[in-house]
């Protein structure tokens, strides 16, 4: 059964009247918890959105880089979206919820955070208000301000990293305990150690640009360059 035709299913056992959010309590087995991912996902991002109304294709398109969503399936993720962005109930709600079900894996947490941004960066722009929609998840999921500042840093353009946020470390780290936190950060990042988290294989791209930065920044801190 694919990860879309699981998450229909999923929708359809929700009961009369019953908010999209009630699903994060009951989908904590390993199986389930790629398709609690994915909804998570679209669910906040929903309630990051602006727009009125039914959702349209061209919004759901903007997660066509973080899941691949085959042309058939493209009606069930709108509809994902749409029982969020109408749910009455905001979006720290959804966040405590999901942070809940997420709360013995902080790195799953970050995996969806990064996500997010990627989202609210699909058309190119940067607003003040994701920036705080943004932020305030990130203080419900109890992410470090290191972590969330190197997230922004990484998604937003013009903002220069902090080669030392990336890889978790001080300038005042020794350069050994630097290069085992790179290559910690390298290994967490194999899409094997991701899908076993419970992201979905068809996220896993959403490490790519992790991994980008993060040998970026341990080739400047190596370098002297930071």
Known sequence: MSLWSRILEVLASLAPGEALSGLFDRMRAPPERSVAFTIAVIALSAKMAKADGQVTRDEVSAFREVFVIPPEEVDNAARVFDLARTDVAGFE????????????????????????????????????????????????????????????????????????????????????????????????????????????????????????AINRAWERIQAGTA
């Open 93 to 212: 709600h959804y966040a405590r919820r999901i942070g809940a079900m997420f709360r013995d894996d902080r790195e799953t947490l970050r995996d969806l955070m990064e996500g997010l941004f990627h989202i609210a960066m699909a058309d190119g722009t940067y607003h003040p208000a994701e920036d705080d929609f943004l932020s305030r998840v990130a203080q419900i999921f109890r992410l470090p301000e290191r972590e969330f500042r190197s997230l922004r840093t990484r998604f937003v353009p013009g903002v220069e990293p902090d080669c030392y946020d990336v890889l978790g470390v001080t300038p005042d780290t020794p350069m050994e305990e630097i290069r085992a936190a790179w290559r910690a950060a390298v290994r967490e990042t194999h899409p094997d150690r991701l899908m076993a988290r419970g992201l979905p294989e068809e996220a896993v791209k959403l490490a790519e640009k992790r991994l980008v």
